[in-house]
């Protein structure tokens, strides 16, 4: 066998793109809404309520209400919303209803 009669990486990870955009084409969606779905209403207050949950959980001392406001206001991470609770040593609670 010669040198040539090898396929080497380059030719290798070249077939590999070339398939991938191929299927990519074969099985792409016509359908608009499909490429950028957009969340109900419903689901981004059932996934708040379940972090809230998370958080009251891990933190006793926290309430529901400033959990679901501290989420709100950092857009959902839970992370941060922990951080702030750690180095505060709880969250400031809510008045009235948001």
């Not at 290798?12 to 793109?17: D, E, G, M, S, T």
């Not at 608009?32 to 006793?60: C, I």
């Not at 959990?67 to 702030?84: D, V």
């Amino acid at each position: 066998m010669s040198q040539s009669d090898n396929l080497g990486l380059p030719q290798v990870a070249a077939c590999l793109l070339v398939g991938y955009f191929v299927f990519r084409w074969f099985f792409k969606s016509s359908d608009p809404s499909s490429v950028s779905p957009t969340r109900s209403p419903a689901v981004d207050q059932r996934r708040l309520q379940e972090q809230s949950l998370l958080l009251t959980g891990m933190f006793p001392q926290v309430s529901m209400a400033a959990a679901q406001a501290e989420l709100i206001r950092n857009g959902g991470n839970i992370e941060i919303a922990t951080e702030k609770i750690l180095a505060a040593g709880g969250l400031p609670e809510v008045i009235g209803s948001f």
